[in-house]
């Protein structure tokens, strides 16, 4: 079963200028000589580049380099990764947004995936969205009852979008599918930025996605169901799927990460510094459906560990 690793309550009283102030002396050494390129592996308008966008002046003040977010998508993210692993230079300037299960799932799926789970070092994994099942207000589907009877009687009626193929949302999927005993059509987009106009279109009868696009969409759209162990306090009045009998709890971790073979002194101090935005940038994105994390190190890879047993059985069957 799927278990959050360690959802850390950061305080908010330190001001982030002491902070990096701390930090300042062994930046200012030998590292960065030069701006640091920021890569995203998905569409503008994700929970990923939302959150870059939000790091980037922060990294930009704690570094003293430009810091240049760029987006390359592709592949539900592999298009990137796999440049990255092949050609990003190990020196730390270069960076890239990782995801979970992403990372662990397409190289399993995938012979071709282009790219390793384990062709990383991993900064750190920063925060955590557990997955929802939405559909647009105007659904026939009032509840997950309703969607499960109807894609029971209609196999391969019900469209479900997500982001990417073998990504969180993919997997999630196919795991509702074996528990509910249904048989779906996933449809897979470039990230979650495109995922409120395929909705509120038409082109999808419903999503499978993270909490924080429940959040945004609001009463455009009517949650069924959070993948968590208990209610989210930003969407209360939502179920779990285990309250309506379905044992699912999980949800999507992103992070960042260096090439392979990056010095281990700069990884750590690349992490401790996206662990000081991560105590500015939880007062804005916990009430966004946000749940952030610190893991990093042996933790980090412990949970790459973790989500291979996880998901394995449905990527080893499909």
């Known amino acids: 079963m799927f278990a959050l690793v360690r959802t850390v309550a950061l305080p908010m009283g330190m001001a982030i200028s002491?902070?990096?102030?701390?930090?300042?002396?062994?930046?200012?050494?030998?590292?960065?000589?030069?701006?640091?390129?920021?890569?995203?592996?998905?569409n503008p308008g994700g929970e990923s580049d939302v959150t870059a966008r939000l790091q980037e002046p922060l990294l930009k003040e704690a570094l003293g380099v430009d810091v240049n977010v760029r987006h390359q998508p592709g592949g539900g993210g592999a298009v990137a990764w796999s440049e990255f692993q092949s050609n990003a230079e190990a020196d730390g300037h270069e960076i890239i947004g990782i995801n979970l299960p992403h990372i662990v799932?397409?190289?399993?799926?995938?012979?071709?995936?282009?790219?390793?789970?384990?062709?990383?070092?991993?900064?750190?994994w920063f925060h955590f969205t557990p997955h929802v099942l939405i559909v647009p207000a105007s659904s026939p589907f009032q509840t997950l009852d309703d969607l499960v009877s109807f894609a029971t009687e209609n196999p391969q009626a019900v469209t479900m979008g997500g982001s990417g193929t073998f990504s969180g949302n993919h997997l999630e999927t196919l795991r509702f599918e074996e528990l509910a005993e249904v048989d779906v059509t996933y449809i897979p987009f470039t990230g979650t930025g495109p995922l409120?106009?395929?909705i509120l279109g038409g082109h999808v009868g419903s999503v499978m996605s993270n909490s924080t696009l429940g959040v945004q969409m609001g009463d455009q759209v009517r949650v069924l169901a959070v993948a968590a162990d208990e209610r989210l306090e930003v969407l209360p009045d939502v179920p779990t799927f285990k309250e309506q009998g379905y044992d699912i709890v999980g949800g999507t971790f992103r992070g960042v990460a260096a090439p392979k073979g990056t010095p281990a002194?700069?990884?750590?101090?690349?992490?401790?510094?996206?662990?000081?935005?991560?105590?500015?940038?939880?007062?804005?994105?916990?009430p966004m459906g946000f749940q952030m994390t610190d893991i990093r190190g042996d933790d980090a890879v412990a949970l790459l560990d973790r989500l291979k047993t996880q998901y394995g059985p449905y990527l080893e069957g499909n």
Do not use: H
């Open 18 to 42: 002491a902070a990096f102030g701390m930090a300042a002396p062994a930046v200012a050494q030998d590292f960065p000589t030069r701006a640091i390129e920021y890569i995203i592996p998905f």
């Open 105 to 124: 799932g397409q190289p399993i799926q995938r012979a071709d995936a282009g790219y390793s789970t384990e062709g990383f070092d991993i900064i750190t």
């Open 196 to 198: 409120p106009a395929a």
């Open 265 to 286: 002194d700069r990884v750590t101090m690349l992490a401790d510094v996206f662990t000081e935005i991560n105590e500015t940038l939880g007062e804005r994105q916990i």
